[in-house]
């Protein structure tokens, strides 16, 4: 399959390599990693080839006398300053080469550093045969959506009459819900795919590099907000690009290290290295997209593991290929500024031609949005964290409380394992819970100071005539195969017999009875209805009470809280989102596509397929289309990790420290990065007016029963 994908070229291995990281809708982890070869496995050019090509453009370039991108540094003639060494890899768009500079002055100095022996860099070139082949793709599967879905569907919506005198009400609904999810389904992809095209022309990766090395060492260098998020160890860079005459040719620096997806096959099993991955790499990698995406507005748009490096011996995190960016304009800009194309030709936006104030304003808008969104859904889940939380005192007074963990207390697919019931602590005071000071606080903790988890224990234990698994207090510092270091365990026979629910009743079959999402994740669920009020015994007790209870002396009202639905819906019209009828379960599904709760994703989906909410029509704002495609990569990245180290490989506690994704939320974690926005001079710009217009504007101007690409057209 892989190879045949490869050999059809064009779109095909872009398409694959999206699906690839979408455990959502491809769920074969075997056809899921067949995919993932595309990325950098397909046919490459012999170096004869790439020769008489490089020179063929960098000659055409300069007949044509095209502008560089405002660089005084640029390379007309390879052979004068690089000498090619083998092909690294090969994608679908562009070859990678490795090649050693020779030349001395300007090139060396920069590429090498001032005075510096000659070095080894990067070359990639871009093939115009695979531009023509993957433009031609484009245009065919445009024309099957914009045209021939289209058209379709609104034969089918004109034609219900005709239909039911011949088809059952049921063939009837069915064809007619099939044909809806793919207008829904095409309207979702074609901006994330049709962006792709930027990946053809090296000059617009070129300032999307500029910009993503400025941006990236601004977060580097800002080594308390890194402390604050728990990766101060960690050294994040870009390399340094160097463009050609030729929009096809380009050179960069080369990456410390290894791919990360070289680093994830090598450390398999590996308990040591896999919590370190748990612990910094992925979390970093979550840290510095909040503040691209969140706070600054620009980020890479293609973000899999192998566009990142890892250099073990300094901690160095490194992220490559920026040839497809996004700046929130919804694709009327490159790296904030105005697009225009090769014959001069400005977007237009609603049928009026775009200037750069346009632009301006639009970003401003998403950025404002997206920000009051994860500022929004971050207060949300605090508060619903802790009205399901616990509040806890010691010997010493030293209070502290733990809220539930996203993950664990659910099935690992594919077996018969439950993950325990496990709440994570946090070194606060229920009034302190209440301010910004609980999105400052890694769950994993910094230092010395570990963060406590309270979690049902895994082997039995007895006190006096009863045993059970009962409860323990432990701490994250677990050595080894370990993960967490036993603090405190049960004493009383009442801690021991709290009774954990199982269903009885299968899975599968228990889900059929669902109607909603909660009831979903409960036919899943192996927990406990009831918490111990002590752990440990009298020398060094721990007591426990329901973290509600404190919460309402202390002002907030957990009975009043609204259901998660209703204030993801709240969130995704905030973004822009609509649907036909505003149907809350579709609108919940969107938001939850912002976060990397695989879970809760996991049940909203199994959720609308077993309960149809019979929605006529969905909208997604073109500005988020790449974020989806990055948010969907993260959610990928944790499920493969998983998929290659679970049991028997590793101890059932390693995989779930893998797959619960509680220390770095989004919704959470990311909550810091919009709090910096909005307090910024660019965020305290921002008015309820203007972001409430954005969905004034998705509710008033979208017509859901004709395709809108005539009225809007973009340069994808």
Not at 71 to 85: C, Q
Not at 561 to 577: F, I, N, P, V
Not at 647 to 666: G, H, K, R
Not at 670 to 683: C, N
Request: aromatic letters at 8%; one cysteine or more; proline letters at 4%.
């Amino acid at each position: 399959m892989a190879d045949e994908v490869k050999s059809a070229g064009g779109i095909m291995p872009k398409v694959s390599q999206t699906l690839a990281m979408k455990p959502d809708v491809v769920k074969d982890d075997f056809v899921r990693s067949a995919l993932k070869s595309t990325q950098t496995e397909n046919p490459a050019k012999d170096h004869a080839f790439v020769r008489a090509y490089v020179a063929r453009k960098l000659q055409e370039a300069l007949d044509n006398n095209p502008v560089a991108n405002e660089r005084d540094l640029v390379i007309e003639d390879l052979d004068e300053h690089l000498e090619l060494g083998k092909t690294l890899a090969t994608g679908s768009v562009a070859q990678v080469l490795s090649a050693k500079v020779k030349s001395t002055g300007d090139v060396r100095d920069y590429l090498c550093g001032t005075g510096a022996p000659p070095c080894d860099v990067v070359l990639k070139v871009v093939f115009d045969t695979n531009e023509k082949n993957y433009q031609d793709d484009w245009e065919a599967i445009q024309f099957l959506g914009n045209t021939l879905l289209w058209t379709i569907h609104k034969i089918i919506a004109n034609s219900g009459f005709i239909l039911r005198m011949k088809m059952t009400p049921e063939q009837v609904e069915m064809i007619q819900h099939g044909v809806s999810a793919g207008v829904d389904t095409w309207q979702a992809v074609k901006q994330g795919l049709g962006a792709v095209m930027d990946e053809f022309d090296l000059r617009i990766e070129d300032l999307n590099a500029k910009k993503g090395l400025e941006l990236i060492k601004g977060f580097d260098a800002d080594q308390a907000l890194k402390q604050k998020l728990g990766i101060d160890a960690v050294t994040f860079d870009v390399p340094k690009v160097l463009m050609t005459r030729s929009k096809y040719v380009m050179v960069q620096t080369f990456a410390k290290g290894d791919t990360l997806t070289a680093y994830h096959a090598s450390i398999t099993g590996q308990v040591d290295k896999l919590k370190q991955w748990r612990t910094l790499i992925y979390p970093s990698i979550m840290g510095l997209y909040g503040y691209l995406m969140v706070e600054k507005g620009f980020f890479q748009g293609d973000p899999h593991p192998g566009n990142w490096y890892w250099e073990e011996s300094t901690k160095t995190l490194t992220l490559i290929d920026w040839g497809l960016a996004d700046d929130l304009s919804g694709g009327l800009a490159r790296a904030g500024s105005l697009y225009v194309n090769e014959k001069g030709e400005k977007p237009k936006f609603k049928g009026k031609e775009v200037d750069q104030s346009i632009v301006d304003g639009l970003i401003h808008e998403h950025q404002c949005g997206l920000a009051k969104f994860y500022d929004q859904m971050g207060a949300y889940r605090r508060k619903e964290l802790l009205c399901n939380g616990l509040w806890a005192k010691d010997k010493g007074g030293e209070e502290m409380i733990l809220v539930p963990a996203l993950g664990p207390t659910m099935l690992l697919e594919g077996t018969d394992v439950r993950f325990h019931t496990k709440y994570f602590g946090r070194n606060l005071t229920v009034q302190e819970a209440l301010t910004e000071k609980f999105f400052g606080m890694p769950l994993f903790g910094t230092g010395s100071k570990k963060p406590f988890i309270l979690q049902r224990r895994r082997s039995t234990t007895c006190v006096g005539d009863q045993c059970g698994h009962g409860w323990e207090l432990a701490q994250m510092d677990g050595e080894g195969a370990k993960t967490f270091r036993p603090v405190a365990n049960c004493v009383s026979e009442s801690c021991v017999h709290s009774s954990f629910h199982a269903n009885d009743v299968p899975v599968k079959k228990c889900k059929e009875e669902c109607k909603d999402v909660e009831c979903i994740k409960k036919c899943e669920k192996f927990t406990s209805n009831e918490l111990p009020s002590m752990i440990g015994d009298s020398t060094s007790p721990y007591h426990f009470e329901r973290l509600a209870i404190k919460l309402q002396g202390a002002g907030l009202d957990c009975a009043s809280l609204e259901s998660r639905e209703e204030a993801y819906k709240k969130g995704a019209q905030r973004l822009g989102y609509a649907t036909k009828t505003m149907h809350p379960v579709v609108l919940a599904l969107f938001a939850a596509l912002h976060t990397n709760d695989l879970l809760d994703l996991k049940a909203r989906q199994e959720n609308i397929q077993l309960n149809d909410p019979h929605e006529a029509g969905t909208k997604i704002p073109d500005y988020v289309a790449v974020m989806l495609r990055s948010l969907s990569v993260f959610l990928g990245m944790v499920q493969d990790m998983v998929s290659e180290n679970r049991p028997p490989f590793v101890p059932i506690m390693v995989t779930e420290f893998l797959f619960d994704t509680s220390p770095d939320e989004m919704f959470t974690f990311w909550h810091i990065f919009a709090e910096r926005f909005l307090l910024s001079a660019k965020g305290q710009t921002c008015t309820d007016e203007d972001i409430d217009a954005t969905v004034e504007e998705v509710l008033s101007d979208v017509n859901f029963d004709e395709d809108e690409d005539d009225e809007l057209p973009r340069i994808w």
